[in-house]
């Protein structure tokens, strides 16, 4: 039997679906994964057999300086995903918060806390990183 895990940009135009996840997941707390997702932190998770059944033309990526792609929808501005530099499309990580079903997946760290932003108490309950890990 096949899980599939659904998800969805904020407007629904970019629909997609998952067959699984890979075993680590962080809260990164770097200055561009705050602004990219408006929050104290973003956390991603990669994917196995990431499908595109809609809005794929709507996919829009933002290169940053140190390489890194963010992938967002043109439409409606969600953040949908990360890659580090050169890695090929397949290689992305998508934000956790755009599944529209639970998935099973347990944060395992905390990642670039010497960014982080003043105001966010860091969680007690995972290990801690100054850098990725």
């Not at 962080?26 to 595109?52: D, E, Q, Y």
Request: aromatic share 10%; charged share 15%; net charge neutral.
């Amino acid at each position: 039997m096949v899980t599939e895990y659904k998800g969805t940009c904020l407007c629904g135009e970019i629909q997609f679906s998952v067959s699984g996840f890979n075993e680590k997941a962080a809260n990164c707390h770097c200055s561009m994964c705050r602004k990219f997702h408006g929050a104290a932190f973003g956390t991603l998770v990669g994917v196995n057999n990431l499908n595109w059944h809609a809005g794929e033309h709507l996919l829009k990526e933002f290169i940053a300086p140190n390489g890194t792609v963010r992938t967002f929808c043109s439409h409606c501005g969600s953040s949908l995903g990360f890659r580090v530099k050169n890695a090929p499309a397949e290689k992305i990580e998508l934000a956790i918060a755009v599944f529209d079903d639970d998935i099973p997946v347990t944060l395992d760290a905390q990642i670039y806390i010497g960014n982080k932003a003043n105001w966010y108490e860091l969680q007690t309950n995972l290990p801690l990183f100054l850098a990725g890990r």
